[in-house]
């Protein structure tokens, strides 16, 4: 079975940083482009940044472009987001999801989800 | 971007009722690249159609995706109990990617 399990949410400050993982399983990690999709509270769903199967391309949210970088790291099946300059409306839930294709695509299996904080 | 609209905000109905779910593009959606999602409260959303009208794994087909352009319906002919949930369409036939606002199918 195909299994995402997200990490590293948690309070930060305003202006602070934060690296998020996501540990894939189930399915071969490096054939597949892999993205981030967060949600604010009560609030709809935002597409944040996706990365090629390779690692060689990536593809950012304006809202997060500069300051976000997503990465991944296929000899360990994982995928992450590096979050700097952090501000309130960052706060969200943050979802890795598989793709079917690199972008646009639709997204076949989610994570749980890590909620990331930032408040002072 | 392409700005999904759903339609109604809030659906109020009984088990056994028969569920219609609107979200309509500010453009043409190429492809008809329009997926629909389930999302139960602390869940992770989970993919329930996908190209407008293809049901992905394991999903009941009491669930149908129709529609294409502009105008996309989710139907969900028979409520069941664990159907009462809030529904996303999102579109891939464009860059960016968008999601709607979300439809939540509540018991009246």
């Known amino acids: 079975d195909v299994q995402l399990v997200e990490s590293g949410g948690d309070l930060v400050q305003p202006g602070g940083s934060l690296r998020l993982s996501c540990e894939a399983s189930?399915?071969?990690?490096?054939?597949?482009?892999m993205t981030w999709v967060r949600q604010a509270p009560g609030k709809g769903l935002e597409w944040v940044s996706t990365?090629?199967?390779?690692?060689?391309?990536?593809f950012y949210a304006d809202s997060v472009e500069g300051r976000f970088t997503i990465s991944r790291d296929n000899s360990k099946n994982t995928l992450f987001l590096q979050m700097n300059s952090l501000r309130a409306e960052d706060t969200a839930i943050y979802y890795c999801?598989?793709?079917?294709?690199?972008?646009?695509?639709?997204?076949?299996?989610w994570g749980q989800g890590t909620l990331v904080t930032v408040s002072s | 971007e392409i700005v999904l609209t759903q339609s109604p905000g809030t659906l109020s109905l009984s088990p056994g009722e028969r569920a219609t779910l609107s979200c309509r593009a500010s453009q043409i959606v190429g492809s008809s690249y329009l997926a629909w999602y389930q999302q139960k409260p602390g869940q992770a959303p989970r993919l329930l159609i996908y190209g407008a009208s293809s049901r992905a794994t394991d999903i009941p087909d009491r669930f149908s995706g129709s529609g294409s352009g502009t105008d996309f319906t989710l139907s969900i002919s028979r409520l069941e109990p664990e159907d009462f949930a809030v529904y996303f369409c999102?579109?891939?036939?464009?860059?960016?990617?968008?999601f709607g606002g979300g439809t939540k199918v509540e018991i009246k």
């Open positions: 999801a598989k793709g079917e294709w690199e972008l646009p695509t639709y997204f076949d299996y």
């Open positions: 999102q579109q891939y036939g464009n860059s960016p990617l968008t």
């Open positions: 990365i090629s199967d390779s690692g060689g391309r990536t």
């Open positions: 189930g399915f071969s990690f490096s054939n597949y482009a």
